[in-house]
């Protein structure tokens, strides 16, 4: 087994890229969680299974960054020296803030459930075009820095996506659907 201080990538034994086959990466979790689990050490002691415990966690942190397309783009952005912060960082270039705005007035507006939908389309797409560029970005043209902007915009695009599922369970609570 490698060390816990191994990136993701190394931990499971894959290419360091944004593309990855999930089946591959849900199969390796399951191989590395059998081989780690506390479980499996009872017998030797309680370090042993101290050190059991550790690498567990450290496999199920590093599935949920690898099988999370946005969490694997802004972990490779960081490896590769563009980290994202977020936080302190949310500069975003004027189209894609008029689109947010646009997206949001449509929200509000929005009294159907086909508008809803019409919505929910047209961001799914955005995403889908945007984790497309995240790609090109790191494994074909090597530029972490301007893919991390484009992992900034998916940030809002997923909360924006996650207004979506509240409205909805909003409707169909005001229309008695379940």
């Known amino acids: ?5 191994a990136n ?5 034994g894959l290419p360091q890229r944004f593309a990855q086959d999930r ?5 390796r979790w399951k191989e590395l969680q059998r081989q ?6 009872t017998t030797q002691g309680a370090a042993a299974q101290r050190v059991a415990m550790q690498w567990s966690v450290r496999v199920n942190e590093a599935y949920q960054r690898l099988k999370d397309p946005l969490k694997r783009a802004a972990y490779l952005c960081e490896l590769r020296g563009a980290p994202i912060q977020a936080e302190n960082n949310t ?5 894609f803030l008029m689109q947010q705005m646009q997206w949001r007035e449509s929200l509000e ?10 919505l929910q389309r047209e961001v799914e797409s955005a995403r889908s075009s945007l984790l497309q560029q995240c790609e090109q970005l790191l494994d074909e ?11 900034r915009a998916l940030m809002f695009i997923e909360r924006f996506a996650h207004d979506i599922e509240q409205r909805y369970e909003q409707m169909e609570l005001a229309t008695g659907r379940t």
């Open 1 to 5: 087994m490698t060390s816990l201080q």
């Open 8 to 12: 993701d990538f190394e931990l499971f």
């Open 23 to 27: 089946a591959q990466i849900d199969a």
């Open 36 to 41: 780690t689990h506390p479980d499996k050490f």
């Open 91 to 95: 500069a975003m270039p004027a189209a």
């Open 109 to 118: 507006e929005a009294v159907e459930m086909a508008e809803l939908d019409a």
């Open 141 to 151: 043209a090597g530029q972490p820095a301007q893919a991390a902007s484009q992992v």
